[in-house]
């Protein structure tokens, strides 16, 4: 069990204790800011939740509504109809990732140009 330090002795041994960088010999983080900003911004979660709802969502909404309204109980073409349209959704998310990717280019190549 440990023992617990007097107020005033923790606070002094707060004061000299060193963090795992410094103690091994590494720079002091004394004074530096912690960036804590999200490493993926919100739109491309958004995006992403967007085309992961629409690669359930889409599928089997179309193998319903077609094996009921368009093929009138023939499975086999309203399952044909479901991976289509699943590969439609694929499709425009890779469009949508690609688009994104130049949008970020042509920014960067303004912002060089720019300076």
């Known amino acids: 069990m440990a023992a617990r330090r007097p107020a005033a002795q923790q606070q002094q041994h707060a004061e000299t ?3 795992i ?4 010999g590494g ?13 993926v911004p919100a739109h491309v ?5 967007f085309f992961t709802v629409a690669m359930v969502c889409v599928p ?9 309204f368009l ?21 425009g998310y890779i469009i949508a990732a690609v688009r994104e990717d130049q949008s970020e280019k042509i920014e960067e ?4 140009k720019g300076q």
Do not use: C, H
């Open 21 to 24: 960088a410094e103690s091994q």
């Open 71 to 91: 093929f009138r109980g023939n499975a086999s073409y309203a399952g044909g109809f479901a991976a289509v349209m699943a590969n439609v959704v694929l499709i």
């Open 45 to 49: 979660i958004y995006k992403l939740l």
């Open 109 to 112: 190549e303004k912002r060089k």
């Open 60 to 68: 089997l909404g179309s193998y319903f509504f077609t094996l009921k």
């Open 17 to 19: 204790e060193k963090t």
């Open 27 to 39: 720079p002091s983080t004394v004074g530096l800011s912690s960036d804590t900003s999200p490493a």
